[in-house]
């Protein structure tokens, strides 16, 4: 019997349409999955009549594969990949390649990369962006270790992609963890962009008193504009659209109000503030979910607080203000961007992983979550000044910020007179009126902290240190 082209570990969501998809493009695979019994379903399922076969235990898998193999391990991220490649290394021989396309910590990947390049075999730690449709139809994928690991999966891995003008969403990303490092900050900007629509929503069902169906139709109508079409905004109207089996009820009325989190939007946070990378954005739609987290204690805290009074009526009854909110949506989504460029280029130089901007928002046009038309702006800005800092010292981007900030602070200021929580709103103006602001008051903190501390300051008018005997 031949042997197989491709080799998945991990039948879940993701493991399983990856396969498909490599099957579909030509590559006749093999599949194991640790729960015996999910690798029958699959193949009896989904997996029927395809070149695609199973392997009870890892031996008969890896026997199963041509060489040099070619491994895609589609687990848990943790504990279980490593489990996977504790178990599985011992069958591996010299040219074979391990690619890891969880979601995992790039630290771990960068311990993985160093432990196992001292093997003879390669590893890869590729991070994924599409979910089941992606994984299944083309997802964007971003792989991170040696570029002749890579090199030597490059065909298969643009065959399976997505691709926009037909150019496949994948490309080398750089060394050791930085496919993961990559693949966290998109997840961060994704946080972003879901809590910036989520906020939209609440304003306009709160404050303007609209219905799901009106919402639905603001998002068909900011999907056709340049600055906010994507996917997801194009999956919100389709949320806010659908109705519950009662009927008559919009499902999302229907849904607990708590978000989860597996863990890439606080690796993201965390590697900022390590970084010294400004990303409010993204921290306000991480805290969000944890405030969201804590529903049994919101829900005791609005009674004692009486909060429909704090609603100011001649608001309430008269605001009907589109263009504000849209105002608001795009220049946050544009700082969530920002931000997640921004780290990616601080991470690239502390970590030395030479990241190409221009390439990793051309892999993110399509197959991933965060696919919008911003890409080609945030390309076209990356490709006329490839060391650009931040987004906002861009001219297309700093025209959006000059025309949009009068929307974005009004809405931000009735949020505020509502008391309706819009923490990326917020942050975003934040962040835009501190990135603009040449002279910060952190003077009066410098002068604080030399007062009790004696930490010492820097001034204006001279260069060196200086210490004041503050006067108490
Ligand atoms: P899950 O994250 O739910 O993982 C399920 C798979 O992990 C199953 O095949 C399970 O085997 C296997 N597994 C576990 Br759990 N512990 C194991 C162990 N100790 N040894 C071997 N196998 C083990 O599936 P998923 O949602 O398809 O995600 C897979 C990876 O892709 C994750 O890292 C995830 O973060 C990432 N990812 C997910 C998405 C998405 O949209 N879902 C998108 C992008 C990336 P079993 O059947 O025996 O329990």
Known sequence: MSKAHFGLIGLGVMGENLVLNAENNGFSSVVYNRTYAKTISFLEGR????????????????????????ILVMVKAGKATDAVIDQISPYLEEGDLLIDGGNSEFRETERRVAQLEEKSFGYLGMGVSGGAKGALEGPS????????????????LCKMSAKVDDIPCVTYIGPGGSGHFVKTVHNGIEYGVEQILAESYDLMKRVAGMTSAQMADVMKT????????????????????????DGETPLVEKIMDKAGQKGTGLWTVMSAL?????VPTIYASLNARVMSSIKERRVKTESLYAYSQVLSQNISSSFNDIPSITDAVVLSTISSYAQGMELLSIASKEYNYDLN?????????????????????????????????????????????????????????????QGIPTPCFTSSLDYINSYRTARLPQNLVQAMRDCFGSHTYERIDKPGSFHTEWQI
């Open 357 to 417: 901007m221009y390439e990793i928002a051309q892999i993110w046009k399509g197959g991933c979550i965060i696919r919008s038309t911003l890409l080609n702006r945030i390309q076209d800005a990356y490709k006329k000044n490839p060391l650009l800092e931040n987004l906002l010292l861009d001219p297309w981007f700093s025209d959006q910020v000059k025309n949009r900030l009068p929307g974005l602070s009004k809405i931000v200021s009735i949020a505020a007179e």
């Open 222 to 245: 900011w999907n056709n504009s340049e600055e906010l079409s994507s996917y997801l905004v194009e999956i919100t109207e389709l949320c806010l659209r659908e109705i519950d089996e």
């Open 274 to 278: 390590e970084l010294g990378g400004p």
């Open 47 to 70: 997996g029927r009549n395809k070149s695609i076969s199973g392997a009870k235990n890892l031996k008969e898998f890896v026997e199963k594969l041509e060489r040099p193999r070619r």
């Open 141 to 156: 994928m971003m792989p991170g270790g040696t570029k002749s690991s890579y090199q030597a999966v490059e065909k298969l």
